[in-house]
């Protein structure tokens, strides 16, 4: 029960996160028709995973309990591949297949980018 409760903690701090992070970045594309909320919360949600697992396999040592707030609560309720897949599929449904494409490309090259280079920041 202690882990499930220390998921759902880290959860709802990362749902709020990416619901400011998402809004933002919506409202300042208004009208643009991509979707870009979710392309930059998925970016930087790998980049904060990539740093994150890059320290704690070198330098930082994490309790198991640490380990499940940061990475399945906080940063697994962040980042919405689920959403990104929807949306995708939404603007295929719509008939806009470049910015189904753009989503698509964006949110798998860039997220795998910044994983990479989250790693690379911190040493990894």
């Known amino acids: 029960m202690k882990e499930i409760l220390t998921v759902a903690a ?27 909320g979710t392309l930059v919360v998925n970016v930087v949600g790998c980049l904060a995973l990539g740093a994150l697992l890059g320290l704690t396999e070198e330098r930082l040592e994490l309790s198991h309990q640490a380990r499940l707030f940061l990475t399945i609560g906080i940063l697994g309720s962040f980042t919405t591949f689920s959403t990104f897949g929807y949306e995708a599929v939404e603007l295929l449904r719509d008939g806009r297949v ?22 690379w920041a911190v040493g990894a």
């Open 98 to 119: 470049a910015l189904a494409a753009a989503a698509v490309g964006g949110n798998v090259v860039l997220g795998l980018a910044a994983v990479v280079c989250g790693r």
């Open 10 to 36: 880290g959860g709802s701090v990362g749902a709020v996160a990416r619901y400011l992070l998402a809004g933002g970045v919506e409202r300042a594309l208004r009208g643009s028709g991509f979707p870009g």
